[in-house]
């Protein structure tokens, strides 16, 4: 026999669930929204940081390069200096060297027969000139020669005496002038 049961079953009903509260749904995407805001601001300033420090870094090398060439233009203008000063000193040498040339070619052209030169001393423009001679009037002519040179000026006999040299009679002088530069 069968039997068949013609009476409703009462079955469970199930609940509604319950709505989730607006609240919850906002803060949820309030806080999606701003984990991605945050996530691409730390991805834009991290790559604006690491742009800083290479552009850094690319300035820091620039500043080395400019400082060693900074020292080698220093280098160059303490040479370029240095050079000038040799130079000037070689011109100022070069001037000087024609000086005693003319001095000793105008003394010598000077001097008469019978006069010879000891020493002379030169100090600026002053010349002292020591010499002898066989008589009194050979240094009398050279003093008068001396004098009658356009090189020469002041020209001062500071004395003149008879000297016995290996029993020959000279006459040792000293003479003082100045020269024109």
Do not use: C, H
Request: net charge positive.
């Amino acid at each position: 026999m069968i039997k068949i049961n013609l009476l409703p079953i009462a079955r469970k009903r199930r609940k509604k669930p319950k709505p989730v509260p607006s609240f919850i749904i906002i803060m949820t995407i309030t806080t999606v929204v701003v984990a991605v805001i945050m996530a691409y601001l730390v991805f834009f300033f991290n790559s604006q940081l690491a742009a800083k420090k290479a552009q850094f870094a690319a300035n820091e090398r620039k500043i080395a390069e400019l400082k060693e060439k900074i020292a080698a233009v220093e280098n160059f203008e303490k040479l370029n200096k240095s050079i000038q000063q040799k130079k000037e000193i070689i011109e100022q040498l070069r001037k000087n060297q024609s000086i005693p040339v003319k001095l000793l070619d105008e003394i010598s052209n000077l001097l008469p027969k019978g006069v010879w030169l000891q020493t002379m001393t030169v100090s600026g423009e002053s010349i002292d000139v020591e010499g002898y001679a066989f008589t009194n009037s050979e240094i009398v002519s050279y003093v008068d020669n001396v004098k009658t040179s356009k090189v020469f000026f002041d020209v001062y006999l500071q004395e003149s005496k008879n000297t016995v040299i290996e029993n020959v009679s000279i006459y040792n002088f000293r003479l003082t002038f100045k020269m024109k530069v």
